[in-house]
């Protein structure tokens, strides 16, 4: 079945340093890819999406792309802040199996620190 | 403002009981989730319904049930039966399922078993 491969946090930057949250998944077919970002105590929201390969999403000045070659959505922002601190979570969701729905894989998380 | 909205906040549990927690949403959205969330584990899906009046199990759905009555409701009861239910619930939504749709999320309710 589709999988979600997160790198394991917490990733422990200090602010204005460059972040990158490695992504890869397995899937059949073509999936859309997203990122969603959950602050402390909340519930998740998009960060971005890519729905095609070589596809870049782009948000708050984080990107990620489509990579169908490396199967991979790299999570990359050139200066983070502390502001940015918080569980980032790699997604996708693709074809289902015949009769079935499209119902979204989830990663498991990387949590991000960010010092002043 | 449209959004998913989940009660309570936070929910108490004496061991044997049975516990409801509500999600709605004003976005008109078809399709509703109900996820737990483990720490280190990220997002489990319990339940999902794309329609009114039905609805299928994820992957862990023994101990839970929902109702799918109304478009924009829809509960979860977590039964006397579900082990280790001590954990954040996370209720979303999403126009339809499909592929390119983004999940909107509600706020989380967080229930402890005393």
């Known amino acids: 079945g589709d999988s979600v491969t997160q790198m394991e946090g917490p990733v422990t930057l200090s602010e204005e340093a460059f972040l990158t949250i490695n992504c890869t998944y397995t899937?059949?077919?073509?999936?859309?890819l997203f990122w969603y970002v959950q602050y402390p105590g909340e519930g998740l929201q998009l960060l971005l999406k890519?729905?095609?390969?070589?596809d870049k999403g782009s948000n708050k000045g984080f990107e990620a792309t489509y990579r169908k070659e490396t199967t991979s959505f790299h999570l990359e922002k050139g200066s983070v802040q502390v502001s940015d601190s918080a569980v980032y979570f790699c997604?996708?969701?693709?074809?289902?199996?015949?009769?079935?729905?499209?119902?979204?894989?989830f990663g498991r998380g990387t949590s991000l620190i960010v010092h002043p | 403002d449209g959004g998913i909205t989940q009660s309570p906040k936070y929910l108490f549990r004496k061991e044997g009981q049975n516990v409801t927690l509500s999600c709605e949403q004003n976005?008109?959205?078809?399709?509703m989730y109900w996820y737990r969330q483990d720490p280190g584990q990220g997002l489990r899906l319990i339940y999902y319904?794309?329609?009114?009046?039905?609805?299928q199990k994820g992957d862990i759905a023994e101990g839970y049930s929902v109702s799918r009555e109304k478009k924009e409701s829809f509960p979860l009861t977590v039964t006397s039966a579900q082990k280790n239910p001590t954990a954040f619930y996370l209720c979303?939504?999403?126009?339809?399922?499909?592929?390119?749709?983004?999940?909107?999320f509600g706020p989380g309710t967080r229930l402890t078993v005393l």
């Open positions: 319904s794309q329609i009114v009046n039905d609805f």
């Open positions: 997604a996708l969701s693709g074809p289902p199996p015949t009769g079935g729905s499209y119902i979204p894989t």
């Open positions: 976005l008109n959205h078809d399709a």
């Open positions: 890519a729905t095609k390969a070589d």
């Open positions: 979303a939504s999403s126009i339809i399922a499909s592929s390119t749709d983004t999940q909107y």
């Open positions: 899937a059949t077919g073509y999936p859309s």
